[in-house]
């Protein structure tokens, strides 16, 4: 298994820029999660999903931000219009059962 | 207050030291409990689950003191390798399958 995979490894963007992350969640598991990491706050549950329907999206920062899963091999997490308090590194993970996650590799994201 | 609070650190030893982590978690509802490992630009990943008996996996330890809200991770003859961010992790019972993270301690093996 390939693991679960994102893309893009890198952004840089510019303000007010559209961006759209990607990730395809390892086959069969049926919990997805987007995840933000910067230095101060660490790691956030921005939104999860159980079989593809979003359950809990509280951490979701604002309007700007908004996450689709359009089937259990894909997810995207976008970002409009995007802001520099937006630069993070941003990680999808997927479970079967709710428990011992693994990530994908992040996406490095560099507002400016 | 944070959901998992862990020291930050770093901790900074040397190589065959003993090292203890320690984090508490403030829902009493938390049911399932884990250490996740982060090198650094790197993604988290599942070092150990902690059960209440506790539990061991080689050099590593993990203890559980529910009563306490406590949970404890301990690193015996620590190698250059050990260096990372260790996570400290629950699952909350009525939450479904989110894990909150705590924000990591942070630990440097020096030779």
């Known amino acids: 298994d390939a693991g679960v995979i994102q893309s893009p490894r890198h952004e840089v963007t510019e303000m007010g820029q559209e961006v759209t992350l990607r990730c395809k969640p390892i086959s069969g598991h049926d919990y997805l999660f987007w995840y933000r990491q910067t230095m101060m706050r660490g790691l956030e549950l921005l939104i999860y999903f159980n079989n593809n329907v979003p359950i809990d999206d509280s951490g979701m920062p604002e309007d700007r931000f908004s996450a689709k899963m359009p089937n259990a091999s894909f997810s995207t997490l976008k970002i409009q219009p995007s802001e520099p308090r937006d630069s993070a590194v941003y990680f999808c993970?997927?479970?079967?059962?709710?428990?011992?996650?693994?990530f994908g590799s992040g996406t490095r994201l560099t507002v400016v | 207050r944070k959901e998992v609070e862990q020291d930050p650190g770093p901790f900074n030893v040397p190589e065959g030291a003993t090292v203890a982590f320690n984090c508490t978690y403030s829902n009493s509802a938390s049911q399932s409990f884990f250490w996740y490992r982060q090198d650094c630009r790197k993604e988290p990943k599942l070092l150990m689950s902690?059960?209440?008996s506790g539990n061991e996996d080689g050099r590593f330890t993990a203890q559980l003191n529910r009563a306490s809200q406590y949970i404890s991770l301990l690193i015996r003859d620590s190698k250059l390798s050990d260096s990372a961010t260790y996570l400290c992790v629950v699952n909350v019972y009525n939450q479904g399958g989110k894990l909150i993270f705590g924000q990591g301690t942070e630990l440097s093996v020096k030779p």
């Open positions: 902690v059960y209440s």
């Open positions: 993970a997927s479970s079967s059962t709710g428990y011992g996650y693994t």
